[in-house]
């Protein structure tokens, strides 16, 4: 099965973030890079849906809430 690539501002459409909060906080907090998105051209990222919806629905182990780990927890 294929890889659907996107890029933030794509991303952005379907996940109800901003392309730059995307690019610059769940970019260096949250997504791992060869994992979630990728930058096969230099500058250029791209964002891998499959993995990022994983992500976002990823089952907390300790329950059986789901939960989205897109906000820090303090």
Do not use: C, N
């Not at 930058?39 to 990022?52: A, D, S």
């Amino acid at each position: 099965m294929g890889k659907t690539y996107l890029t933030a501002e794509e991303l952005s459409e379907r996940i109800k973030f901003s392309p730059r909060y995307i690019r610059e906080k769940l970019k260096e907090r949250v997504f791992i890079r060869g994992v979630h998105y990728i930058q096969p051209f230099g500058r250029r990222i791209l964002f891998v849906w499959e993995e990022v919806e994983k992500l976002l629905y990823e089952e907390d182990k300790a329950s059986d809430e789901v939960f989205i780990p897109l906000r820090r927890v303090r």
